[in-house]
């Protein structure tokens, strides 16, 4: 891989994503070992159609579907960007501590277009995490009414919920949550396990998954034997693994120096722009929210305003 | 198949305890083996027992010797078909651990009275002509690869006039018992040579084998026996083969209480310490259920997960036991105590007991895991 003007080039020429640094800089040099590479992203996406096979496609899925990167009509594309992926209306969420009910959000509106890559900000406590693990389908709305990818997730039983889980939703957290004892390659098989694909096509797309982040030959390691972007890396990869629609990020780059941190967001957003993941991510820094296409800000359980911007 | 490197990684994630908690059940299921193993050698005792046939043994200890002269009066007993007396010897070998029992009999008789032990008749007739001859059982033949012709030196627990309790014999004979274990050691001599050239106790018996026309009638002519030497010096009780075998065996007390009592209270504690490790474990990877649960793990399968988990480890740690047993059931046999193979019944019973302890033990924590909220967890509450 090699970066010309700011934009990451594969070893054919093609375009594979912008990042907005001089290819000088110590950053652009501290890049070179996630070594993303279209010859390496681009295995990874026929490899999950047969695992999208054992899922009906909801509406949502399809729009994704039609609206990869190699596809050369741009109004298929804008089709895409305008299909909100998730739309929720007047959600509440009150947590019961001891004796105490708190209302952490209060009557959520908002809409998420599918391949958006939103910035969640806001104040500790203000309840960017709750509405982050609602729209993951880990916690369950109060009131209100939850779409996500076509379907009403507060309306599923939690077996429903978990089954959707693997099939449209992958977790990306701040302190990466890796099985201990498990290898990256193993710890990246997790979502699959659950699902009906052949040893040979789970091994497959985890080898996609782990080359799409850069970490082919650590394939074996341990989460011990890995730095921490590395393992941040390998909860990418496990997070994409099963061709997820959404990505919900939890301050992702929160445990990570600035340079590793700026790899991950640079993962990010070629993910967002590459596989056209729709990424919502949770963050405090305000660095990390100017990689997002749109930043959102909450506090006190309200949304306060919704600025749109494009990521340079 | 695919979880294995889930499961294998939970169960050793704290090495140090795993181990203990293995090394533990492996101990319980060795004990349980052994014991069982034995409960159930001697359970076997008086089960292919013959209901034609008595035993005349001293009122006051099954070891306590009876007068020869008993035989006569006995035969007299109306009802009674044939009879005759046993005294012999326990000895060994060459090695200690070559243990084997002899019985000091009129062989002729004897094979009168036990049919179902099988000889030749050409090698009975021989024994008639051979006072210093044997008839060994086909697996001590076998063990020790003698042959036909042999002569077999024994040191015994009998002293011979002469001083010395080593025995000579030649072997002129084989038999076959269709079955019971404890048959397979012993050997069969002349009990007039016997006699005659011991030290001690010579007119005496052991015992006298009955053999009776009508089993109905046993009672009575047990009642019978036992009347013809009420107040002499060495009053008799009859009884039945299968009583006479129990009443053996319930002078070592009363082995299988025991054993089960042994084996309860062995697993009782096992289960808390399986339980305990089970419990700590799940406690300690909450946040890695939750990320299970998280990536589209449902409930009900990180509760599989989790008795998957505790069933291996107590089906392989039992199995791993109750090998050990298999393996070390042999040389109690040597001791006289229990069979050559410990009983597959015994090792079923184990496995199954082993995965009553891993439900038991994992259901707790199974339940834990499936009532986890992914949130809390996630956030250590």
């Known amino acids: 891989m090699a970066m010309t003007d700011g934009r990451f080039v594969g070893p054919d020429g093609q375009y594979l994503g912008t990042v907005n640094l001089s290819g000088s800089s110590p950053l652009a040099s501290a890049l070179e070992p996630v070594k993303i590479t279209a010859p390496r992203i681009r295995p990874f996406i026929p490899a999950h159609r047969p695992f999208n096979m054992n899922c009906p496609p909801s509406a949502a899925r399809a729009v994704y579907f039609s609206c990869k990167s190699t596809d050369p009509n741009p109004a298929i594309k804008r089709q895409r960007m305008t299909t909100a992926l998730v739309s929720l209306k007047g959600i509440v969420k009150r947590y019961v501590r001891g004796k105490q009910r708190v209302q952490v959000l209060h009557g959520i509106d908002l809409e998420i277009r599918a391949g958006e890559f939103l910035a969640l900000m806001g104040p500790s406590g203000s309840g960017k995490t709750t509405l982050l693990n609602l729209i993951g389908g880990i916690d369950r709305a109060d009131e209100g009414d939850l779409l996500v990818a076509g379907e009403r997730i507060n309306a599923l039983s939690a077996r429903q919920l978990a089954r959707w889980r693997a099939h449209n939703v992958g977790f990306v957290f701040q302190f990466y949550n890796l099985m201990p004892l498990l290898t990256a390659q193993q710890n990246v098989e997790l979502p699959l396990l659950m699902t009906n694909l052949s040893k040979r096509q789970r091994g497959a797309n985890v080898k996609a998954a782990l080359e799409l982040v850069g970490l082919a030959d650590r394939a074996t390691h341990k989460p011990a034997e890995l730095s921490g972007g590395q393992q941040q890396r390998v909860a990418i990869a496990r997070a994409l693994v099963a061709d997820p629609t959404l990505l919900v990020c939890d301050e992702p780059t929160g445990d990570l120096d600035r340079e590793m941190a700026e790899q991950i967001l640079d993962l990010l957003q070629i993910v967002n722009r590459e596989q056209h993941k729709t990424i919502i991510m949770v963050t405090h820094d305000p660095k990390a929210a100017e990689r997002a296409t749109r930043q959102l800000h909450l506090d006190k359980g309200r949304l306060l305003q919704a600025e749109s911007s494009l990521a340079a | ?381």
């Open chain 2, 1 to 381: 198949m695919k979880f294995l490197p889930l499961l294998w990684s939970s169960l050793w994630r704290k090495k140090a305890r795993t181990i203990f908690t293995v090394l533990s059940i492996v101990i319980a299921f060795l004990l349980f083996g052994l014991l069982q193993g034995i409960n159930a050698w001697m359970s076997a005792f008086g089960t292919g027992s013959n209901a034609n046939r008595l035993y005349v043994v001293s009122r006051v200890s099954q070891v306590q010797p009876l007068p020869n002269a008993y035989l006569h009066q006995i035969d007299a007993v109306p009802g009674i078909k044939q009879s005759t007396y046993i005294a012999g010897f326990t000895g060994f070998y060459q090695e200690k651990s070559n243990t084997l029992v002899g019985f000091a009999t009129d062989v002729k008789a004897w094979f009168d009275l036990y049919p179902e032990w099988q000889i030749a008749p050409e090698q009975l007739a021989a024994m008639s002509r051979n006072r210093a001859g044997a008839i060994v059982a086909a697996p001590l033949m076998r063990a020790f690869r003698w042959k036909i012709g042999d002569r077999i030196p024994l040191r015994t627990s009998v002293m011979k006039r002469d001083g010395s309790a080593d025995w000579d014999f030649e072997i002129v004979g084989i038999y076959d018992v269709p079955s019971t274990q404890a048959e397979a050691n012993r050997i069969l001599v002349n009990y007039a040579y016997f006699d005659e050239a011991r030290l001690l106790e010579r007119g005496t018996a052991w015992a006298f084998v009955v053999a009776v026309d009508d089993p109905t009638r046993s009672a009575q002519i047990c009642a019978a026996v036992d009347a013809l030497f009420v107040n002499s010096a060495y009053e008799t009780v009859t009884q039945d083969e299968k009583a006479y075998v129990q009443g053996q065996l319930r002078q070592l007390g009363d082995v299988s209480l025991m054993a089960n009592a042994i084996v309860a209270a062995v697993l009782f504690t096992l289960l808390f310490l399986t339980g305990n490790t089970m419990m700590q474990s799940v406690r300690e990877r909450t946040p890695e259920l939750a990320i299970l649960k998280t990536v589209g793990f449902s409930d009900r399968a990180v509760t599989v997960l989790v008795l998957i988990e505790s069933v291996l480890l107590c089906v392989l740690a039992a199995s791993l036991g109750l090998a050990a047993a298999a393996a070390v059931f042999p040389v109690t046999a040597a001791l006289g105590i229990g069979g050559s193979a410990l009983p597959i019944k015994v090792v079923a019973v184990g496995l199954a007991m082993a995965l009553i302890l891993a439900l038991a033990s994992g259901l707790p924590p199974a339940w834990r895991a499936q009532r986890l909220v992914i949130v809390d967890a996630l956030a250590g509450r």
